[in-house]
């Protein structure tokens, strides 16, 4: 990237209108003007005249299609069924041959949860406090182990990040698996902007900016080296999730073998909304193209409410966010990287007033632009692959402290879904009149990845009576 100089970053900010951005240039020292200048050669002008002239000046128009079908699913695997036992197979070759890397997304800005750090530090095991990172990392290990295999683990990090997400890992001494096999790669920003359209200074030498979404990781992916380093490895299939989903089966081997056998380009898991309005995505297919359309654009596509004669819904395939990418897609892909539509959202956006003093908005002051991965979809040419699954034990995300897609409720699913298995274990799992489990567990995934595994390997064990139950990797019970 070019560094400018005063002159260059000048000129460029005054011939898109943007010269305020130099308000305080007087005040800052030279380690504050070259961080400015560092971000102003960052921006993609052209990008952000046409976002600021379609979203900021005018409203685009929402897109219309001619249909919405849904989108076809492949039913939960069940093992009985031919198809999931060979998907299964299948997986497990792949996984053996050491075709998958997993690719982490971990850029976002976490700013409902208000955690003070990168959201997969946080404590989430009830007992342990251990962080999202660490339960991502002890499933990696147990998949390792089980398959005899490498998964090289790609985190996408931003700028916002980026310095304390390297710095949690070491400090955790990279959760036991192998440095090298660890790659963390940095997203673009864009500027946030007001609602005139003019950047928003987070301090008075600092522009407000925002990670591009997840969308891009595709970019990303491709010119941090990742596309080449998983291909290096003989890696061509990323399996991909998402930070702050603590429950996500990373590696699943039969969502792996659907997508090796059909040799999809990328695939989805879907599961079954909850009601028609359950703020989650929906995939769907539209004029003959694979598409995820957001809650938010429900009223644009009433179809998508609509149920059945029985009273189920017809779109019934929300989105949890969690594909698997072939690297050759997202190599196809970022050359159409251009095409993306951009999304806004209206949000608080802290910045500096006239004066350079720091202001902490009530209500939303600007906008965020960015890209979505499930956007992706929409090039594939191959058969859709979108494969239904529970959630319990699948999806889980935190996206809050408290309420729906929260910590608690992250907490309580833990609780469902170790509690089966303990009991499937011949434990005595307490639960109240409702049939929730009223005590804590944690399970360590590198112990059990899965149910099975579980009652194999707690076989004999003496589980405690009362209170919480922890398992550490070696089976250990962890005092509270
Ligand atoms: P969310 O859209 O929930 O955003 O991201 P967030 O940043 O975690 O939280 P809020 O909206 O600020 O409260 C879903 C996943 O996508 C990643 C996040 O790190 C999370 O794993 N993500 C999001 C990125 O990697 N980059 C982005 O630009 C946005």
């Given at each position: 990237m070019a560094q400018f100089n005063e002159s260059d970053a000048r000129r460029r900010l005054a011939d898109n209108g943007q010269e305020h951005v130099f308000q305080f240039w007087n005040c800052l020292n030279d380690e504050g003007r070259t961080v400015l200048l560092g971000q102003i050669a960052t921006i993609d002008f052209p990008l952000m005249n046409r976002l600021i002239d379609d979203w900021v000046r005018h409203e685009p128009a929402p897109e219309t299609f001619r249909s919405i079908e849904p989108v076809p699913t492949i039913p939960i695997p069940d093992p009985a069924r031919a198809d999931a036992k060979a998907a299964w197979d299948a997986g497990e070759e792949a996984l053996r041959a050491g075709r998958v890397g997993l690719l982490l997304v971990a850029g976002g800005q976490g700013t409902r949860l208000g955690f003070n750090g990168p959201k997969g530090a946080y404590p989430i095991g009830p007992i342990t406090g251990k962080s999202l990172f660490a339960f991502h990392a002890e499933k990696i290990k147990g998949l390792q182990r089980r398959y005899g295999c490498v998964l090289p683990w790609y985190i996408m990090v931003s700028a916002t990040n980026h310095a304390a997400t390297e710095a949690f890992f070491r400090e955790n001494g990279?959760?036991?698996?192998?440095?090298?096999d660890i790659r963390f790669f940095e997203q673009r920003m864009v500027p946030c902007v007001d609602e005139s359209g003019r950047f928003m200074l987070e301090g008075p030498g600092c522009l407000a900016m925002n990670p591009?979404?997840?969308?891009g990781t595709i970019p990303a992916v491709v010119e941090n080296g990742i596309a080449q380093d998983a291909r290096n490895r003989g890696v061509d299939t990323l399996s991909y999730f998402q930070?702050?989903?603590?429950a996500v089966q990373v590696g699943d081997p039969f969502f792996i073998g659907y997508h090796v056998q059909r040799k999809a380009e990328m695939s989805s898991k879907v599961h079954r909304k909850?009601?028609?309005?359950?703020a989650v995505g929906v995939h769907c297919i539209c004029d003959g193209e694979y598409r995820t359309i957001e809650y938010s654009e429900l009223d644009i596509y009433p179809q998508l409410l609509e149920t059945a004669e029985d009273g189920s819904l017809l779109h019934f395939a929300g989105n949890p966010a969690i594909h698997i990418l072939d690297v050759g897609f997202i190599e196809r892909v970022c050359s159409v990287y251009d095409r993306f539509p951009w999304h806004r959202a209206h949000k608080k956006i802290p910045c500096v007033d006239e004066a350079g003093a720091l202001i902490k908005p009530a209500t939303p002051n600007g906008y965020k632009f960015e890209t979505f991965?499930?956007?992706?979809?929409?090039?594939?040419?191959?058969e859709p692959v979108a494969l239904e699954m529970n959630r319990v034990g699948h999806y889980t995300p935190i996206?809050?402290?408290?309420?729906?897609?929260s910590v608690q409720a992250a907490r309580a699913a833990m609780r469902a879904y170790w509690g089966g298995w303990l009991e499937a274990a011949g434990a005595r799992v307490p639960r109240d009149a409702s049939g929730a489990v009223t005590i804590d567990i944690e399970i360590s995934p590198e112990f059990a990845l899965w149910q099975g595994d579980f009652v194999k390997r707690a076989a004999g064990m003496a589980f405690p009576e009362d209170g919480a139950i922890a398992i550490a990797a070696d089976g250990a019970f962890v005092a509270p």
């Open positions: 990279f959760f036991g698996l192998n440095e090298a591009n979404g997840h969308g930070v702050d989903n603590w909850n009601s028609a309005r359950e991965i499930f956007d992706a979809l929409r090039f594939i040419e191959h996206k809050q402290f408290d309420g729906a897609n």
